[in-house]
């Protein structure tokens, strides 16, 4: 929460990093540019991933999409304020669904209700009893926090449920059979192969842990600053309206940390695989070269 010099004027505003796992035909790209060429939210083909027999893609590809969504409300006083809410759009299948509640299409319709868009649809303009620009925008965060926790769930489910089945599948280098002539070319392929999808692995995981760790700390220095202000601002007497609210939010976030959690677990789990498949590599290199020495004698 920041104030102009005169202490009339305020900002309060939070920013939510997350990522969504979509499956389409097609990829979409952010067609928004960075001073640098690149798009300003990155996009990940992760089919790879999902190469089992029991997972159907349909001629499908899977992919990860890099989104934030920002909320600021601002204003001189308790009666003159404004709010704004930014999110990603650039990756949904259909910019013209007049159902999805994200999209501007869904609020032009004058036959439908009069739904806020700030609040992604989740109370009609008419209903909001909420007049104080602290109260909505912890009624907003809220509501947004719900969604990126949701983005998260999805996203970990997903992980978790393709990287323990990579693992424990019998293609795992070190529960192969003895080395022969006949298989020897076979088990080099699955040992290449095995790197490089607990590279690409490793690299998901770090982006993931990375941009979820960046939500938690803003949330973290978020209820130590901004919100301990957004409490005390309220008079002694008053029936504080913001407490339900941003411990509702705090158990969301609570959700977030387990999720870390739950990623850095499966960071464990690919690197612990890659000591492996590296001891399987010297292994078998040992085994080749002692071969080698008894064909000479």
Not at 5 to 18: G, K, N
Request: proline letters at 4%.
């Amino acid at each position: 929460m920041t104030f102009a010099r005169s202490w009339r004027a305020f900002i309060l505003q939070f920013h939510m990093h997350y990522f969504s796992w979509s499956r389409s035909r097609s990829e979409k790209r952010d067609t928004r540019l960075m001073p640098g060429g690149g798009p300003v939210r990155e996009t990940t083909d992760i089919t790879f991933l999902s190469r089992f027999p029991d997972i159907e893609l349909n001629g499908q590809s899977e992919f990860l999409y890099e989104g934030q969504t920002s909320l600021v409300v601002s204003g001189w006083n308790r009666t003159v304020w404004t709010a704004c809410s930014l999110t990603e759009t650039y990756f949904y299948p259909d910019l013209q669904d007049p159902n999805n509640e994200e999209l501007l299409l869904h609020y032009t319709d004058p036959d439908v209700q009069d739904w806020d868009a700030i609040a992604a649809a989740d109370v009609t303009v008419g209903r909001i009893m909420i007049t104080d620009p602290r109260e909505y925008f912890l009624m907003v965060l809220k509501i947004r926090s719900k969604k990126c926790r949701d983005e998260w769930k999805s996203v970990l489910y997903n992980m978790r449920f393709r990287v323990i089945k990579y693992l424990k599948d019998p293609h795992i280098p070190q529960e192969r059979p003895k080395a022969t002539l006949g298989n020897a070319e076979d088990q080099t392929d699955a040992v290449e192969q095995s790197e490089r999808w607990a590279r690409q692995s490793s690299d998901i995981l770090f982006k993931l842990i990375g941009a979820l760790s960046k939500t938690i700390t803003s949330w973290e220095t978020f209820s130590l600053g901004d919100a301990v202000s957004l409490q005390y601002s309220f008079p002694p007497s008053h029936d504080n309206p913001v407490d339900h609210m941003l411990y509702d939010i705090g158990i969301m976030f609570d959700e977030l940390r387990k999720i870390l959690a739950d990623f850095k677990q499966l960071e464990l789990l690919i690197e612990r695989f890659k000591s492996n498949v590296r001891f399987s590599i010297i292994v078998r290199n040992e085994k080749s070269l002692a071969s080698g020495k008894s064909s000479l004698k």
